[in-house]
């Protein structure tokens, strides 16, 4: 049998075994400095463009963005984030057609590829359009988007 008195000392050497790994666990990084620190820190005016990224810069691949304004510029821009990526169309009719469609486009990505370009378009009634239609916009915004970027580094 055992005793409750090597219970206990099971017990205490488990706690102390847990509090021990618990400690090693933290973190005894010293926090940084506040932006007011960092402003009475800087030496020149120089030290003002070697600023660091706060997480405020865009991270939206801008050869989508501006395909997108360009390929859908029938529709009226309602909304606008470069922050977020997403460019809210109003409802217009494409040049030829009879229909009105809205779109939402969301850029998730910084890259050029298809997998960073989301396109949503609905008609007046909110019914989506056919896959085909939405993938023959997307092609189109990619396409433009390359184009963008070959003419750009033509300079």
Same mark, same amino acid.
């Given at each position: 049998?055992?005793?409750?008195?090597?219970?206990?000392?099971?017990?205490?050497?488990?706690?102390?075994?847990?509090?021990?790994?618990?400690?090693?666990?933290?973190?005894?990084?010293?926090?940084?400095?506040?932006?007011?620190?960092?402003?009475?820190?800087?030496?020149?005016?120089?030290?003002?463009?070697?600023?660091?990224?706060?997480?405020?810069?865009? #991270?939206?691949?801008?050869?989508?963005? +501006?395909? !997108?304004?360009?390929?859908?510029?029938?529709? =009226? $821009?309602?909304?606008?984030?470069?922050?977020?990526?997403?460019?809210?169309?109003?409802?217009?009719?494409?040049?030829?057609?009879?229909?009105?469609?809205?779109?939402?486009?969301?850029?998730?990505?910084? #890259?050029?590829?298809?997998?960073?370009? +989301?396109? !949503?378009?609905?008609?007046?009634?909110?019914? =989506? $359009?056919?896959?085909?239609?939405?993938?023959?916009?997307?092609?189109?915004?990619?396409?433009?988007?390359?184009?963008?970027?070959?003419?750009?580094?033509?300079?």
């Amino acid at each position: 049998m055992i005793s409750s008195r090597a219970i206990r000392t099971v017990a205490r050497a488990a706690a102390v075994t847990s509090l021990m790994a618990l400690v090693a666990c933290g973190d005894n990084a010293q926090p940084g400095p506040t932006p007011m620190e960092e402003i009475r820190q800087r030496e020149t005016i120089w030290d003002l463009f070697n600023q660091r990224d706060d997480g405020t810069k865009v #991270a939206v691949n801008r050869y989508l963005w +501006n395909a !997108s304004l360009e390929v859908l510029n029938f529709l =009226p $821009v309602e909304q606008i984030d470069p922050f977020t990526g997403v460019i809210t169309f109003g409802y217009g009719t494409p040049p030829g057609g009879g229909r009105a469609y809205r779109a939402t486009v969301y850029i998730s990505d910084p #890259a050029l590829e298809a997998r960073s370009l +989301n396109v !949503s378009i609905q008609t007046r009634g909110g019914s =989506p $359009v056919a896959e085909g239609t939405q993938r023959a916009v997307e092609d189109a915004i990619l396409t433009r988007a390359r184009q963008l970027r070959v003419s750009d580094r033509r300079f």
